[in-house]
């Protein structure tokens, strides 16, 4: 009894704690825009956002509390007006020239130019409600005494008073509600008590036309411009504001009555051609359509914000300015998100059935999610996180939070005690199948006994698997592999079960483990999931479809994917969702069509835990709480990529290359170059190409998530192209950003520089080459000079010589004549004297000749050697022989070279010889050379003997002939290669008598 009345109180404790945990998730649960918050903790200046403006380069402006804020997708950069003693921004325009204009709320008015910040004017007066006009590119606004005109192009500024402005209607402590610019450049001012002034410009000054308008009294909430006309909101009612002072109104639906009901409205904004929010500081944000409830969104959100202001920029991106929270920024405003769901981590989502989601969180909760209501309920709490809700084929439910329970009548059962269970699935008879961090395992409740035994008779027979009781007998846990597993699927069309551990992805079959392999390689999956017999594995490098053990195909990038980083994956609704870092893709297998959801629909990939499908609309479990989007809403873009190159900065220097060609320096060969594309909804997914011609390759480069800046380290001297564009995750394509460099050269790598080389150097080897030549010309000149001086030497000395010679000759030939004239031979003296004048002619005609014919020389030595004969009687026989291989009539010698060697033969060899006197002269050719070989050979009585004889007659006498001969011969040798060789040699008998002399000379001729 007691344990009955314990149950009862623990039952009754149970259901009052579900109430209160139930009951706030009730009452709380609301849809609102999903969207990415902006504040102090992601750089901005300051959580207080008063104004939020696009300019017209993509840039979004932020005046807050601190002053203003340019951000670029990345980061932030600050302007503060601290400076100026300036508390608060707001009001943010740009002119013409790009200049972004502001005040502050202590009657400053500043711009911003080439991003430095410049105070203009201190009115000392707040400033408020001002307007811009675009053909005029003049400001309007309202201080406390009147209105201030500034013409941003020349910055000057008009102040008109009140009284100016209303002349006779002026009334103390009367004030403007609002000052705006027609479309015709007037301005039109509406002050307290309805009346309405009209200002035209005239000249320098302005014409002013008063008048009083329809419900004077009422206290305009906002007035607003919008499709081009003034409209202004009171009571509910839309008023339109005339420069005629008439009023017209209109009332507002339902549902805008009760939104605009006690709101204090901040600003009334045109965000499209036919689009308009309303923006309050306590009850959110309205959207209309034609004056009616926006159809994407038409209840009230974001009513737990103080908004000021919202824009909606060039790809549709609504950011919305708040007095607490930062900006927000909303990409899509279809993507929904629950609020009050957001509590703890949201780690698992499961379609329930059609109308239900079962939400699992990362405290051990489990929420049941009513789609049609949008109400949240709790359900039942377990003592660790959920990691997946899976049903089982009998329709069973079970929790994976580390131990496996069963959800049976809206409470939890701890169903298996396991250590660490990470992945569920079942065998078609619903035998459980988990992955713990160490095996693989079956849970077998015995409540199932047919199941079981099938099982087991399957498995165990095959002695695979072994029986293992668990702390209670009801259950039995039957191992299947005992490495560290991670993804499990099973194959319920036959004993299979698929699972990849640290070594890999294997197929588990009563007949064995099969290790399953893509190009040689393990596959590793940590999700995977079964449809048939196709296996779907989540990889790193993309979705494997697998049939039986053979990877059949690969879904990747280049089929539409996202990312090939796949760590998730379900199959619902014939759908395969895949969940990768850069956010959900969708893969239908039967035609291979991908829709891709991520940054552009304002889902950060890392932050989804879990996801499914439901009546056409895809479900999320994110750090934000559950999210929602329809399937067809993809999101793709339609506006490209905005692309800027900020700065170059080389050396200390720091450029602003959008438009000037920049000169550096050659120390400033770093170049570090900064740029930036702008593409809010592709956020991390931009994708840069660049390039820098003149260096390297041409190609484009392609990087994903990079830093926008690069750095070129040492470039040489030259000129540079820098080239950069963006992609978008559609694959839009930006303009490309250009910026050219030119690197001069250092002054000894100029061109001039080389040109001075050059030409120096060609002036020195000219100069060189000059002095060089005129030093061999004079050194030639010399040496000519001194071979000329030589040789005139050599020929003068030639002829003395031969001067010399021939008259010792005619003196030996007259010594001859007389003594033929003394013996009275007449006839012999006549003979002699006859050839004597033949020789003597001849003999003139060839000493002037430095080289004659051998046939003269021979002709001339005849007539030598028939004088002698005269001479000496019959006792003397002379010979002349030539060789056939020579040619007398062609060969050039010295001129009576021979005959000094003849007369020594004759004269010192023959004369004292008794007896037959011989002598013989020989001509040949030598080896087919150039060369004249001549033999003098004499039967005398030799050198030596002749020597005695003179000696004996006349010991002072010299031989002339013999060293005249010697001298000239070393005349003829001076400076020739081929010298004239001269060999005399002495004859011998046996008995060592001397036989005669034998002269060989080796002629060279020409």
Known sequence: MMDFMNNIVAMFRRLFFCLLVSLPLILTSQVQPLFRGLSTQNGLGSNEVYDVFQDSRGYIWMATAQGVEKYDGRSFKSFSIRQYSSEGASNLLEDRNGRIWFHS???????????????????????????????????????????????????????????????????????????????????????????????????????????????????FQSIFEYQGKIWAIYN?????????????????????????????????????????????????????????????????????????????????????????????????????????????????????????????YDDGRVLRYDILSGKTAFLVQVKRAIKSIVRAPDGRIFLVADFIYILENDHARLYEQTSDAKDLDFTAQSVPVANTSYSTLAVLDTKYQQQRRQFMQEWKSAGKIKDENTTSPQEHVFLLNLSRAFGLAVNRQEPAVYTSATDGLF?????????????????????????????????????????????????TQKDGLQDNRIYKVKYQQDMLLLLSQKGLDVYDPDNGQVWSFGE????????????????????????????????????????????????????????????????????ENTVRIAFNGLHFKSGSNLRYEYRLLGYADTAWLIRQGMEPELVYNHLPPGKYIFQVRARSYSGLLSHTATCTFYI???????????????????????????????????????????????????????????????????????????????????????????????????????????????????????????????????????????????????????????????????????????????????????????????????????????SQIREIRNKSHRSFATGATQRRLDLLNAGRKNAIAVDIQDLKEASGEAAGTRVVMEIPYS
């Open 507 to 555: 197929r588990l079959t009563p007949a064995g483990k099969t290790r399953i392999l893509w190009q040689g390689r393990d596959i590793y999956s940590k999700s995977m999931v079964m449809n048939g017999n196709v296996l779907y594995c989540a990889t790193d490098h993309g979705l494997f479809i697998i049939q039986g053990e053979k990877v059949t195909k690969t879904i």
């Open 105 to 219: 709320f202590w009657g400053q008015l500043y711009f911003i130019e080439n991003d430095s910040l410049h105070l203009l004017h201190s009115f000392n007066h707040l400033i408020a409600r001002w307007s811009f006009d675009q053909n005029s590119q003049k400001i309007c606004f309202v201080v406390d005494t009147g209105i201030v005109v500034v013409n941003t192009a020349d910055r000057a500024h008009q102040f008109l008073k009140l009284s100016e402005i209303l002349g006779r209607y002026f009334q103390k402590n009367k004030y403007i509600n609002h000052v705006q610019f027609t479309s015709d450049g007037n301005i039109l001012v509406l002050c307290e008590g309805g009346l309405l002034a009209t200002g035209k410009p005239y000249g320098k000054g302005w014409v002013w036309t008063v008048v009083r308008a329809d419900g004077a009294e009422l206290p």
């Open 600 to 667: 552009h629909n304002g889902i950060a990939g890392q932050e989804i835990m879990d996801m499914c499908l439901a009546q056409g609309r895809i479900y999320l479990g994110t750090s934000q709480g559950l999210v929602s989007f329809a399937l067809t809403n993809t999101g793709m873009d339609e506006v490209a990529p905005k692309m800027y190159i900020n700065r170059l900065v080389a050396g200390s220097r720091n450029f602003l290359p959008l438009s000037q060609i920049i000169q550096l320096e050659p120390s």
């Open 236 to 360: 509910h009612k839309f008023y339109q504001i005339t420069p005629q002072g008439v009023l017209f109104h209109t009332g507002f639906s339902a549902t805008i009555q009760s939104f605009l009901a006690g709101a204090v409205i901040s600003a009334v904004q045109q965000t499209g051609t036919d689009e308009l929010i309303i923006n309050t500081y306590n009850k959110g944000a309205m959207l209309l359509k034609n004056m009616e409830p926006h159809p994407l969104w038409p209840m009230p959100f974001f009513t737990a914000y103080s908004l000021s202001r919202c824009i909606r920029d060039r790809e549709g991106i609504y950011w919305f300015g708040t007095l607490k929270k930062g900006v927000m920024q909303v990409t899509d405003l279809t993507t929904q998100r629950l609020t009050g769901t957001e509590s703890a981590l949201l780690t698992s989502l499961f379609a329930e059935n059609e109308k239900t989601l079962l939400l699992g």
């Open 744 to 946: 001069s050269s250092p002054w000894y790598k100029t061109w001039w520089f080389y040109a001075l080389v050059v030409v120096l150097a060609l002036g020195s080897v000219w100069l060189y080459n000059r002095i060089t030549i005129r030093r061999k010309q004079a050194a030639g000149e010399v040496l000519l000079e001194r071979e000329k001086l030589d040789k005139e030497l050599q020929v003068s000395q030639l002829q003395a010589l031969k001067m010399q010679m021939n008259p010792h000759f005619m003196f030996n030939a007259l010594n001859s004549i007389q003594e033929f004239i003394l013996t009275n031979e007449k006839r012999l003296a006549n003979q002699y004297l006859g050839k004597f004048s033949d020789l003597m002619r001849m003999t003139l005609d060839m000493s002037q000749e430095e080289k004659v014919l051998l046939a003269d020389e021979i002709k001339l030595l005849n007539l030598y050697l028939d004088l002698e004969k005269l001479r000496f009687g019959g006792d003397l026989q002379t010979e002349i022989v030539l060789d056939e291989s020579i040619n007398p009539e062609e060969i050039y010698i010295p001129g009576m070279l021979i005959q000094p060697y003849v007369e020594n033969a004759l004269k010192h060899g023959l004369l004292h010889r008794k007896g037959n006197k011989k002598l013989s002269l020989r001509f040949a050719g030598k080896n087919n050379e150039r060369v004249l070989s001549c033999v003098v050979e004499d039967n005398g009585i030799g050198r030596e003997r002749s």
